[in-house]
């Protein structure tokens, strides 16, 4: 494998994380609703949950949705009802006064709880397999060593964790906060509606 084409995967990945997305959307509430310690537990789960689809890209799951098209389209639903299902949550507690302690870092279940949140939103999106795949495709020859593949995984890991820990900080400002706490209701429901139209985009294409 050559040097540029190490490098244009570490470039094509952070393009693909700094992409709005799920992911994205939830780092941007967590920190505004659980600070950034449990945000960044959040990132760093999302960051596994990327590995996980870039090794499954790197051994040939693509070709398996290739061969039986079903299962992709079982995940992409399965994971859009999920998301539905945030999203519905959002909505329903729009207009309910925020509770004490909600604020304040792990207010909402604690860093572990964000992390297991963060693995199972980028999860619920199995298009970032068919995405890596086709960047791998022309940079990663076959009888690549197991280092560069490990590599690869930390690069992808840093590029995801690193931007949403960049978001999580932007939105864990104290004058975020209190924007937040003055349009509660509004904003819930932005985020849940872009919540929703995210799934049914995972879910129909």
Same mark, same amino acid.
């Given at each position: 494998m050559?040097?540029?084409?190490?490098? =244009?995967?570490?470039?094509l990945?952070?393009?693909? =994380?700094v992409?709005? &997305?799920?992911?994205?959307?939830?780092?941007a509430r967590?920190g505004?609703?659980?600070?950034m310690?449990? @945000?960044?537990?959040?990132?760093?789960g999302i @960051?596994? !949950?990327a590995?996980? *689809?870039?090794?499954?890209?790197?051994?040939?799951l693509?070709?398996?949705?290739?061969?039986?098209?079903?299962?992709?389209?079982?995940?992409?639903? @399965? &994971?859009?009802?999920?998301?539905l299902?945030?999203? *519905?949550?959002l909505?329903?507690g729009?207009?309910?006064?925020?509770?004490? !302690?909600?604020?304040?870092p792990?207010?909402?279940?604690?860093?572990g709880?964000?992390?297991?949140? @963060?693995? /199972?939103t980028?999860?619920?999106?199995?298009k970032p397999?068919?995405?890596?795949?086709t960047i791998?495709?022309?940079?990663?020859?076959? !009888?690549?060593?197991?280092w /560069?593949?490990?590599?690869?995984?930390?690069?992808?890991?840093?590029?995801e964790?690193?931007w949403?820990?960049?978001?999580?900080?932007?939105?864990?400002?104290?004058r975020?906060k209190?924007?937040?706490l003055?349009?509660k209701?509004?904003?819930?429901r932005?985020?849940?509606? !872009?919540?929703a139209?995210?799934?049914?985009k995972?879910?129909?294409n």
């Open positions: 050559t040097l540029s084409g190490f490098l =244009a995967i570490a470039v990945t952070l393009m693909g =994380a992409s709005p &997305g799920p992911a994205v959307l939830m780092s967590t505004l609703t659980e600070g310690r449990s @945000g960044a537990m959040l990132a760093l @960051g596994v !949950g590995c996980f *689809w870039a090794a499954a890209a790197l051994f040939g693509n070709l398996v949705f290739q061969a039986a098209p079903i299962l992709l389209t079982a995940l992409k639903v @399965g &994971g859009g009802l999920f998301l299902y945030l999203a *519905w949550g909505w329903r729009a207009d309910q006064p925020v509770r004490p !302690g909600h604020l304040a792990g207010g909402t279940g604690g860093p709880s964000a992390f297991r949140r @963060g693995v /199972i980028q999860l619920t999106n199995p397999v068919v995405l890596m795949s791998f495709l022309g940079t990663v020859p076959e !009888g690549t060593p197991a /560069i593949h490990a590599a690869i995984l930390a690069v992808i890991l840093f590029n964790t690193v949403n820990v960049i978001v999580v900080r932007i939105f864990s400002f104290e975020s209190s924007a937040y003055g349009f209701s509004l904003l819930d932005l985020f849940a509606f !872009g919540l139209a995210l799934a049914t995972i879910a129909v």
